[in-house]
Structures are given as C-alpha cells and as structure tokens.
C-alpha cells in the first residue's frame, strides 16, 4: 500500500491551473510515482483540457446563462476533485472522472 501522505502534495498541485498539472506531471516521474498522485493529474488535466475545449464552443453563445451554467459546472467539479485530494480520497469526478482516467492512462 502507498503512503498517500506522500503524494497528497502532488495530487494538490495537479489542481492549481494547467501549469500546476504538468508541474506535478514531472514531479510523479518513474523513481517517485505514486498510484494517488497519478488518479489526480488524469482527473485535473482531463477536467482543464474540457474546459477550455468546450469553453471555446461555449463563447460563441450569446446566453448569460449558458455561460455562467458553463463556468459553475466546471467550478463544481473542481472543487469535488480537489476537496479529495486534499483528503487523500480517489474519487473520481462525476460524469466524465471515469473518461479521464481511460483516456490518460499513461499518466
């Protein structure tokens, strides 16, 4: 069993904007990988890649509440991913975390 105390820092960053995630991508290398750390940057980096995709489709519709329905979906879900990270829990995000994992699963 890993020592997920270990990996938590990692997992946290994953979650601090896009930059965050391929800092902990480099920081989860071969000699330190931890199974934990490695849950968190599939589901992060999934979660901000969507975003800004479909963020881009989203801008072109002219509806205030398109769009603010857009930014609060994204937001809850960040916070779900992140609030398990913080308490070392592999949760994944609802809807699409199972997408993530199938689709990074090299991370």
């Known amino acids: 069993m890993e020592n997920i105390e270990k990996?938590?820092?990692?997992?946290i960053i994953a979650y601090f904007t896009i930059i965050g995630s391929v800092i902990a991508i480099f920081m989860?290398?071969?000699e330190n990988k931890s199974e934990f750390a490695s849950f968190h940057i599939r589901q992060t980096l999934g979660?901000?890649?969507s975003f800004f995709m479909l963020g881009y489709f989203?801008?072109?519709v002219n509806s205030w509440t398109a769009?603010?329905?857009?930014?609060?979906?994204?937001f809850i879900l960040w916070i779900y991913g992140f609030s398990g990270a913080l308490q070392g829990i592999k949760r994944e995000l609802p809807i699409v975390g199972g997408f993530f994992q199938?689709?990074?699963k090299s991370l």
């Open 7 to 11: 990996s938590k820092n990692t997992a």
């Open 28 to 30: 989860n290398q071969e």
């Open 47 to 49: 979660l901000f890649i």
């Open 58 to 60: 989203v801008g072109y």
């Open 67 to 74: 769009t603010s329905a857009f930014y609060l979906f994204y």
């Open 102 to 104: 199938k689709t990074f």
